[in-house]
């Protein structure tokens, strides 16, 4: 078990990775659509709200009022959470809705400059405004990074290392748009775990793999990753059946 290290309220996978997520590190969650990523950031900001541990999420794709009325479902404690400041939900509704004021045609560049930049000062206000130790991004695919190669790797670079400046644990979520390549992130980020989700025999499975985790003696392996109406829990090791035709 390490000290410096903060628990996922996941159950089944705190021991997996000695105890819990490094602190105050930037940890980057993978995979494809519907794998449960956005569940396990919100149950990640919901088990630390309940023990002392403030977060603030950042959605980057859905409203944050959706994202609320989703996540209550499985964490009914949410609203009670939101409403005492414990956890709070951000959103770019005003630069990304077709109905905000923002979307004419003279403020387009503003509507395009979601850089990595503006966020991570919107979340610095936002961590500092509630004293928050944990924070979530969902997701950063929508960031506008540049698009010239080694300029791209120096931007990412930069805005992972200034979010380890927070003095927080953060869960960046990235959607998985080519799983046979790795992306720039999984190289900069403290961790990288996988979310899985595919078909065998005709049934949907899910599972987590810990990639990486600096510092920490992790399972490497595909664990069984179950959604249940109370959130995720992870399960034994995936046994595999491998048949060549
Ligand atoms: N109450 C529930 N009980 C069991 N499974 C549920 C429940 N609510 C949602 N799910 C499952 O969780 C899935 C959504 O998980 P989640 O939103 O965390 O995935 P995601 O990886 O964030 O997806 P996306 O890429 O679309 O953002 C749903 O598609 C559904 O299969
Ligand atoms: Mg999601």
Redesign the pocket.
């Known amino acids: 078990m390490r000290k410096d290290c903060v628990p996922t309220g996941v159950p089944g996978l705190d021991e997996l990775i000695e105890g819990g997520l490094p602190k105050n590190r930037a940890h980057l969650i993978l995979?494809?659509?519907?794998?449960?990523?956005?569940?396990?950031a919100i149950q990640f900001l919901v088990d630390g709200a309940m023990n002392g541990e403030n977060g603030v999420y950042f959605s980057l794709?859905d409203a944050k009022s959706n994202v609320i009325v989703?996540a209550s479902?499985?964490f009914p404690q949410i609203k009670k959470l939101v409403e005492e400041e414990k956890l709070i939900f951000l959103d770019f509704e005003d630069y990304l809705s077709y109905a905000s004021d923002l979307w004419a045609e003279e403020r387009k560049e503003e509507v395009y400059s979601m850089t990595p930049a503006t966020l991570f000062f919107e979340l610095k206000r936002a961590i500092k405004r509630t004293n928050a130790s944990r924070y979530v991004i969902?997701?950063i695919s929508l960031i506008k990074f540049s698009g010239v190669i080694k300029e791209e790797l120096r931007e990412i670079a930069r805005f992972i290392r200034n979010l380890s400046s927070l003095n927080c644990t953060g869960i960046i979520?990235s959607?998985m748009l080519d799983p046979g390549r790795y992306s720039i992130e999984q190289f900069f980020a403290h961790s990288v775990i996988f979310?899985h989700s595919f078909m065998q025999n005709n049934k949907m499975f899910r599972a987590i793999q810990i990639m990486k985790m600096r510092g920490t003696k992790h399972d490497n392996n595909m664990r069984a990753l179950q959604?249940?109406?109370r959130g995720l829990r992870v399960g034994d090791e995936l046994e595999w059946t491998l048949k060549s035709d």
């Open positions: 995979g494809p659509p519907g794998s449960g990523k956005t569940t396990f794709t989703d479902r499985m969902d997701s979520i959607e979310f959604i249940t109406s």
